[in-house]
């Protein structure tokens, strides 16, 4: 059974940094891409980065350059770096994979920056 934990979010000034982590089991993690996303209160549910089995990456505008993902694979965690915060960027976080045939989500971590 696929089981995705995430955990560091929390509440930071604007300008600061946080990192997310997103343990994985119940998968074999060196071959799936996986994903981050958030969602706002009142707001779908948007992609912010991705990376392939390969290691490319891959980001929304709105973070690019500000925000790096990564993985472990020894560790089954993926990791999402997140620098120069902005109130724009409170959401809960959601890490994603997709294994044939069900897309699964963990449980979301809060990130809160205030102004």
């Known amino acids: 059974q696929v089981q995705l934990v995430e955990s560091g979010g929390g509440l930071v000034q604007a300008g600061g940094s946080l990192r997310l982590s997103c343990a994985a089991s119940?998968?074999?993690?060196?071959?799936?891409?996986m994903n981050w996303y958030r969602q706002a209160p009142g707001k779908q549910r948007d992609f912010v980065a991705g990376?392939?089995?390969?290691?490319?990456?891959v980001y929304a505008d709105s973070v690019k350059g500000r925000f790096t993902i990564s993985k472990d694979i020894a560790k089954n965690t993926m990791y999402l770096q997140m620098n120069s915060l902005k109130p724009e960027d409170t959401a809960v976080y959601y890490c994603?994979?997709?294994?044939?045939?069900?897309?699964?989500w963990g449980q979301g971590t809060q990130v809160t920056v205030s102004s």
């Open positions: 119940g998968i074999i993690f060196s071959i799936h891409p």
């Open positions: 990376i392939t089995s390969g290691g490319s990456t």
């Open positions: 994603n994979v997709y294994q044939y045939p069900t897309n699964y």
